[in-house]
């Protein structure tokens, strides 16, 4: 079984933690960047990012080399905006037509919004199967080594091949 991590980080939090889950099952990674970056900071980073999940935007991706096909397993994880996932994943499902997939979805965030996100992806990507599902508050601003603590036993009751 091959397995992939898919994630899109603005700040590092869901780097942090997909690199973590590749390791621990021997993913490969596919890093979603955007064409034009969003700002990372302050106010300007809360208008852009809202305002391109509220009126549905597909940025441009930087072009990237892996075929969903390929995989059996698909880690999914974004960092919560607006409650739910960061806009590069409206173009990657649009260009993506996923399927017959197992399926783990993580998410980063500042206080919460997770549940939406799951709910979301699920009615976007409906034909898979979701097997499990996590979520850490800031793990780079907090507490690092309690993020991996969950990472390990969340892959461990996984039991992953």
Not at 33 to 46: A, L, Q
Not at 127 to 149: G, H
Request: charged share 25%; hydrophobic share 35%.
């Amino acid at each position: 079984m091959k397995n992939l991590v898919v994630f899109y980080s603005l700040e590092g939090n869901t780097k942090f933690i997909a690199s973590q889950i590749a390791k621990k099952v021997n993913a490969d990674i596919l890093e979603l960047k955007t064409k034009k970056e969003y700002p990372n900071k302050g106010f300007k980073k809360y208008f852009w990012g809202g305002r391109s999940v509220l009126f549905n935007q597909k940025p441009e991706l930087i072009e990237y080399d892996k075929n969903i096909n390929e995989y059996d397993n698909i880690f999914i994880g974004t960092p919560i905006w607006v409650g739910t996932y960061a806009p590069p994943y409206n173009t990657f499902l649009a260009e993506n037509k996923i399927y017959n997939k197992n399926i783990y979805l993580f998410a980063c965030h500042g206080g919460g919004g997770a549940e939406k996100f799951y709910n979301n992806i699920k009615k976007e990507i409906p034909d898979n199967n979701f097997v499990s599902e996590i979520d850490f508050n800031e793990p780079l601003n907090n507490d690092k080594s309690q993020a991996l603590k969950s990472i390990d036993i969340w892959i461990d009751n996984l039991n992953i091949s």
